[in-house]
C-alpha cells in the first residue's frame, strides 16, 4: 500500500497540470502565436487569425504576430475575387503590414508583403510607394527595381492593347502611322522610360536576372508601337526587344546546364553571373 499512494499523488498531479494546461488562461503569449503558426502551415486560417489576435492583444508591439497575422489573411485573399468580403480580407492583410511598418519602418517583409498585396489588388499606386520605398532602405536589392517595372509595364501594356483591339491590328502591324498613337504615346512614355530605367538597375545587381532580360524585352516593345511616324525608331526598338529574347534565353539555357551539372556532381558551387550577357 504504501507504493499506491506515491502513485496516486503523481496521478493527480498530472491531472491537475493538465487541466491548467488546457485551460485559456494558462496559454502564454508566445504560445498563441505559436498555435498560430501551427494553425496557418495547416491552412487554418480562421483559427490562426485568432491565435495571432490573442498574441496581438496581449502585446501590441509584437511584429512578429503582425505580421503573421497578415500573412493569414493574405492567404484568405483571392487575387481577381472583387466581392466586398474578399477585398476586406486584403484590406485587413495591408493593415497588418501597415502596423509593422509603424513599429519597424525599415521592416522589409512588411514593405514587401504589402507590396504583392496592393500589386496583385491592382493598387499600383500604393505598390509603386511601397517599392519605392523598398528600393530606399536597400539600394542593392534588385526585386523591388524589378516589380516598379513590371507594373509599368502592367500600365502601359493594357490600354495601348485596348487602342489596338479597337484598330484592328494584328500583332505584326504597327500603331506608330495612326492618329491614335500619339494619344497612347502621351500616356504611356513616362511609364516606358521608368520601366527601362529600373529594369537596368536590376540587371546591374543581378547580372544573370532573366526574368527582368525578359520584361526589358516587352519594354522595348512598348516603346517601339509608340515611335510615332518615326518607322525607323520603331525597327531599332524591335531589334533591340529580339537582342533581349536571346539574351533571356541564352542566360536560362545556361543556368539549366549548371544545373544539371551541379545535380550530377552533388556540388553546391553558387552560379557566377560573372558570365551573363552584359547588357548596354
Known amino acids: 500500500m504504501r507504493l499506491q499512494i506515491p502513485r496516486l499523488l503523481l496521478l493527480g498531479f498530472l491531472c491537475f497540470t493538465l487541466v491548467i494546461a488546457a485551460s485559456p488562461q494558462a496559454a502564454t503569449d508566445h504560445t498563441q502565436l505559436e498555435l498560430g503558426v501551427l494553425s496557418i502551415k495547416a491552412g487554418q486560417y480562421e483559427d490562426a487569425i485568432q491565435h495571432f489576435e490573442k498574441a496581438v492583444a496581449a502585446d501590441p508591439n509584437d511584429i512578429r504576430a503582425h505580421l503573421w497575422m497578415a500573412s493569414a489573411f493574405a492567404e484568405e485573399y483571392i487575387p481577381g475575387n472583387s466581392s466586398p468580403e474578399n477585398v476586406r480580407q486584403g484590406e485587413l492583410a ?91 504615346k502621351d500616356a504611356n512614355t513616362d511609364r516606358v522610360a521608368e520601366g527601362m530605367e529600373m529594369l537596368r538597375k536590376a540587371i546591374e545587381l543581378k547580372r544573370d536576372y532573366d526574368d527582368a532580360m525578359a520584361y526589358m524585352n516587352l519594354m522595348y516593345r512598348e516603346r517601339a508601337d509608340i515611335q510615332c511616324g518615326d518607322p525607323k525608331a520603331y525597327t531599332a526598338d524591335i531589334k533591340s526587344a529580339d537582342s533581349w529574347v536571346d539574351m533571356t534565353i541564352s542566360v536560362k539555357e545556361r543556368k ?25
Open 256 to 280: 539549366a546546364r549548371q544545373k544539371v551539372e551541379r545535380k550530377d556532381s552533388g556540388s553546391s558551387i553558387s552560379v557566377d553571373s560573372s558570365t551573363a550577357p552584359n547588357p548596354q
Open 94 to 184: 495591408l493593415e497588418q503590414y501597415q502596423k509593422v511598418l509603424e513599429l519597424d519602418p525599415s521592416n522589409m517583409k512588411a514593405l514587401k508583403g504589402a507590396d504583392y498585396l496592393n500589386l496583385q489588388m491592382k493598387r499600383f499606386a500604393a505598390a509603386k510607394n511601397y517599392y519605392r520605398k523598398a528600393c530606399e532602405i536597400d539600394p542593392n536589392d534588385p526585386e523591388p527595381y524589378y516589380s516598379i517595372a513590371v507594373i509599368d509595364w502592367m500600365q502601359t501594356y493594357q490600354p495601348r492593347m485596348a487602342v489596338r483591339a479597337k484598330l484592328g491590328l494584328q500583332p505584326e502591324q504597327a500603331m506608330i502611322q495612326r492618329p491614335e498613337c500619339w494619344q497612347i
